[in-house]
């Protein structure tokens, strides 16, 4: 019988054990499918952790963005606003904080920076400005450059054509890339070698005619393109 009821202790105790698991179990908070649990992305599309999270400025007005350029530009070159004459505005992606536009022994960090350049005519003679995207940092391209590719172009016309300086008025001066070593300008039995080429698009008006002059970017070539 010692034996007996050992055992009957065993059965129960072993009983007692499963229905104290079972009784556990049923306690549990019970876990969803993880494939059926609601997405913290509607769209199914995990961000970027290293996107910025901000949308990109929107661009300034371009009323606005003049207004601002040509006060500064008047400050700098010490002209009435009212000989600046507008051209061409067109947004750009400048490769530093220089706007490309270094001064002498400048160190510029490369970054890319949203802004504009903005043609302009001063006078005669075509002045690009490079600006950020508010107008806030202004940079002059030729405040030196572009009236001496203007004055080697007169000169040109008047060594090569014999026409007076006082007939010549330069309509635009545009900064360009030629397609090769020749400036876009292909002569008879003339090699040409295939590389970018910086360099000037100059529109002169003569008497009423117009004369396109191709140059290098230091004026030292200068060649008349055909119409």
Not at 63 to 82: A, H, R, Y
Not at 105 to 114: L, P, Q, R, S
Not at 115 to 128: A, D, N, P, S
Not at 195 to 224: A, S, W
Request: glycine share 6%; proline share 8%.
């Amino acid at each position: 019988m010692p034996l007996m009821e050992k055992k009957m202790k065993k059965y129960w105790f072993i009983i007692l054990a499963v229905c104290a698991s079972l009784l556990f179990s049923a306690c549990q908070p019970q876990h969803e499918n993880p494939s059926q649990m609601p997405s913290p992305y509607p769209s199914g599309e995990i961000p970027n952790p290293y996107q910025h999270p901000y949308p990109p400025f929107e661009p300034a007005e371009e009323e606005q963005l003049v207004k601002t350029v040509l006060q500064k530009v008047s400050d700098i070159l010490g002209k009435p606003q009212e000989v600046l004459k507008v051209q061409k505005v067109e947004s750009k992606e400048w490769a530093n904080a220089c706007l490309e536009l270094p001064h002498p022994d400048e160190t510029c960090a490369e970054m890319i920076v949203n802004g504009y350049r903005i043609q302009l005519l001063v006078e005669g003679k075509t002045v690009f400005v490079h600006t950020n995207q508010d107008g806030s940092v202004v940079r002059i391209a030729g405040e030196n450059e572009m009236g001496d590719i203007s004055d080697k172009a007169k000169n040109y016309l008047v060594e090569k054509l014999g026409i007076p300086t006082e007939e010549i008025t330069i309509l635009e001066v545009q900064e360009v890339e030629w397609p090769d070593s020749c400036l876009g300008v292909v002569q008879p039995d003339q090699m040409c070698l295939q590389v970018i080429t910086p360099g000037y698009r100059i529109v002169v008006e003569v008497k009423g005619k117009k004369i396109i002059l191709h140059t290098d970017r230091e004026g030292k070539r200068i060649l008349q393109a055909k119409r």
